[in-house]
C-alpha cells in the first residue's frame, strides 16, 4: 500500500511525545513500588493498571495534538484498529516496556512511543521514537535526520549519543535478556563469546545500549513474541544513532503492517559487528529448529 504522504514537523512529533512521556509518568509513579492490579493477558505476558492508565493519558495527548486524518495508532494495551493501516503515519507505543521488571520494583523500564511513516506494501519506516526511563532519571530522543539524544531529566543536560565503533567480535559488550533465557540464548553465547554480556529488562533499554554505545550487540532470539511496540521507538534512535537492527534472517523490520508480530528474533548492532553477528547466528541449527 503507497500513502499519500502530508509534510508534518517530526521535531513537533518528538517534542509532543517527550510530553506526553512525561506526563504519564507523573500520573503512574506511585505504583511503582507500591500497589496495583495485575492483568494476565493470554499469551502476551501481564500487564498492570498502570500500563492501562499511561496508555490513555498517552493516546489523548497525542490525540488532541495531531490529526486524526493523517494519523492512526497501534498500541499494546488497545484494541487493534485496522483503520491505522491507511493512515499516512502511525503512533506505536508501548506505555510500559519491560512490566515484568516494573511489577517487581526493578528500573529497567521505559515509556515508550514511536511513530512510523513512509509506507510502502511491506511496511513503514521508523521516523521518530522517545524512550523515557523514569527510574535512570534519563530519556532518549530521536528523529529521522536529526541524531540521537540522551537527555538528564533531573538536570536538564543533553547529549547527543552514537554507536561504538567495536569491530572484532570477540571483544564486544553484550546486552541480553534477563528474564527470557533458554536454550537458544545459551547457543548464541556460546559461539559468539563475547567478552562482557549484561542481562537486562526492557527491550528498549537494551538497544539504547547499544545506541549509546554502552553495548555492542543486542540479540533476541525469541521466535513471536517481539511486537511493533516493542522495537519501535528504539529502532528510530538506534538508526540516528548509527547502529542497525533486523530480525535473526536478516529482514528489515518494519512497521505499521497488518501482522505486527516479529516473527524471527532481532540482531542490534553498532553496525560494524552486523555482518560478521548475522551470519554466525544464521549457522547455529537449534534457532531454526520447529
Known amino acids: 500500500m503507497l500513502f499519500t504522504m502530508t509534510t508534518i514537523d517530526l521535531r513537533k512529533c518528538c517534542e509532543n ?34 500500563d492501562l492508565l499511561a496508555d490513555e493519558i498517552i493516546t489523548t495527548y497525542l490525540r488532541e495534538r495531531h490529526d486524526a486524518r493523517d494519523f492512526g495508532f497501534l498500541t499494546e494495551e488497545t484494541e487493534k484498529d485496522p483503520i491505522r493501516l491507511g493512515k499516512a503515519y502511525c503512533w506505536i507505543i508501548d506505555p510500559i516496556d519491560g512490566t515484568r521488571d516494573f511489577i517487581e520494583g526493578l528500573q529497567d523500564f521505559a515509556i515508550q512511543i514511536g511513530l512510523s511513516g513512509g509506507g510502502d506494501e511491506q511496511g513503514q519506516d521508523p521516523l521518530m521514537g522517545v524512550l523515557y526511563l523514569p527510574a535512570h532519571g534519563v530519556l532518549f530522543s530521536a528523529v529521522a535526520g536529526g541524531g540521537a539524544w540522551r537527555e538528564d531529566i533531573r538536570t536538564g543536560t543533553k547529549e547527543r549519543i552514537a554507536v561504538s565503533q567495536q569491530a572484532d567480535p570477540k571483544a564486544m559488550n553484550l546486552v541480553a535478556t534477563r528474564s527470557h533465557w533458554g536454550n537458544r540464548m545459551t547457543a548464541v553465547v556460546e559461539r559468539l563469546q563475547p567478552a562482557h554480556m549484561a542481562r537486562k529488562g526492557s527491550l528498549g533499554v537494551k538497544l539504547c ?32 544513532a548509527g547502529g542497525t537492527l533486523t530480525d535473526l534472517k536478516g529482514n528489515a523490520v518494519r512497521y505499521n503492517r497488518k501482522n505486527y508480530v516479529i516473527e524471527h528474533g532481532l540482531l542490534a548492532t553498532n553496525k560494524v559487528l552486523h555482518e560478521q553477528l548475522a551470519a554466525q547466528v544464521r549457522s547455529i541449527p537449534i534457532l531454526w529448529q520447529d
Open 17 to 50: 511525545a517527550r510530553q506526553a512521556a512525561l506526563l504519564a509518568w507523573k500520573k503512574i509513579a506511585h505504583f511503582h513500588r507500591g500497589k496495583f492490579r495485575i492483568i494476565e493477558k493470554k499469551g502476551e505476558g501481564p500487564a498492570t493498571e498502570a
Open 209 to 240: 545500549d547499544v545506541a549509546s554505545a554502552v553495548a555492542d550487540a543486542y540479540v533476541n532470539t525469541a521466535r513471536g513474541q517481539c511486537k511493533e511496540w516493542d522495537t519501535c521507538a528504539p529502532h528510530a534512535v538506534l538508526l540516528e
